[in-house]
DNA sequence: CCTTGTGAATATGTTCACAGCA
DNA sequence: TGCTGTGAACATATTCACAAGG
């Protein structure tokens, strides 16, 4: 029986539900008609126990015997995560991170286009990146509310990250995923995420001795 | 009393020190002297205590009553992450996105160096990116020899990755971060970590309902 | 006063193990 | 048989709350 409906589901579990798409689909890719929650687990390393109580949060996908049908189970996790659409991003910063964040081909077979990007310099204004040209940052209260996106992506240095981020969530942004090695200060009503590799490499060399 | 020494500590107590580092050098670059856990864990949306917990297994770095030293704190941070010297590390994939990577200014200050880049495409091959010259990713063994890498950046296409991470594992590294979206396999030995925009895109995209 | 470091208490997350169904 | 879905058991993580030091 589901719980969709009680109290509230765990943010680990929602975190890992785009892993679990992720890893589906690419069995889909590969042909395959339905899996069980034992090779999706091997397959990731972690607990089969685990897989299921996550999915039986939000209804029961499976069935007994036989497992999992692949292609209805991103169907329901597609819809759970809302990625039955796609959302515009608007991307801030066109130096080569953000070149190479406009020119990623993979975004909207999972959800997600660029709808515009800005950047402060006037040399990169107007300059086409991946789909769109590049627009001045002042217009970013404009294109917000032309294009209806709710999701930034900051792609600019660090010393400016803050300054960006201020006024993202005065254009009316709520999600933020920032490239910036810099924790954000935001209201919190606007969820922040952060990407930084240099996160991963130090916690690497923890173990690396 | 230091707990270095008993137990092991958590993976996700270790996950957090490089955040505490990177924050605590943006307080020294601006000039800070001293902060406490309370000011800290403001800063980072996370409770004092939880600081102090997770800086007390390692050794008793504050003074009551005052605080944390902040250049001391980074520096036992540093020693204990094993960042108290230069990574070097090697990149595969001289695509946009790896181009980005080796042209990112911020890898020196926080113990990184990207030593090699390899590509298996003859037209960029011996291309200048970044701080070296794309190499064949024929010569990645003998690259990994005379650079002595333990760390290495996979930034190719889904479709290569695995291929590549085997090669990277043959090769003796123990330690890659994964761009591409797809769960690697690797022996236990191997340590693997992710980013994945999309991933945090659909985290994000469940609460905007 | 202030702030740390830490056992104890609490809260959260994971795994076990099995009933139930194809 | 083989696998799901799930309470109960267990394991891990976080917070509380306070003694002790400056």
Redesign the interface.
Known sequence: MSKRNSKEIPDIV??R???Y???LR?LADDGRDVTSSQELGE???ISSAQIRKDLSHFGEFGKQGTGYNISFLCNQLQK????DRI?P?VLVGA???G???A??A??ES???RIVAIFDEDSKKIGQAMGPVHVDDFAHLSRRIEETGA??A?IAVP?HVAQRVADQLVEAGL??I?CYA???L?TPSHV?V?Y???????????????
Chains 1, 2 share one sequence.
């Open positions: 929602i975190g539900l785009p892993v798409l992720r890893t690419l397959h990731l390393g759970i995560l809302n990625v959302w991003v130096g080569s991170l070149n190479a964040i020119n990623y993979g975004f999972r959800g997600f709710q999701i992506v660090t709520v999600s995923l090695p810099i924790t200060t969820r995420e990407i930084d590799p240099v996160i991963h490499f130090q916690h690497m060399t923890y173990y690396l001795g």
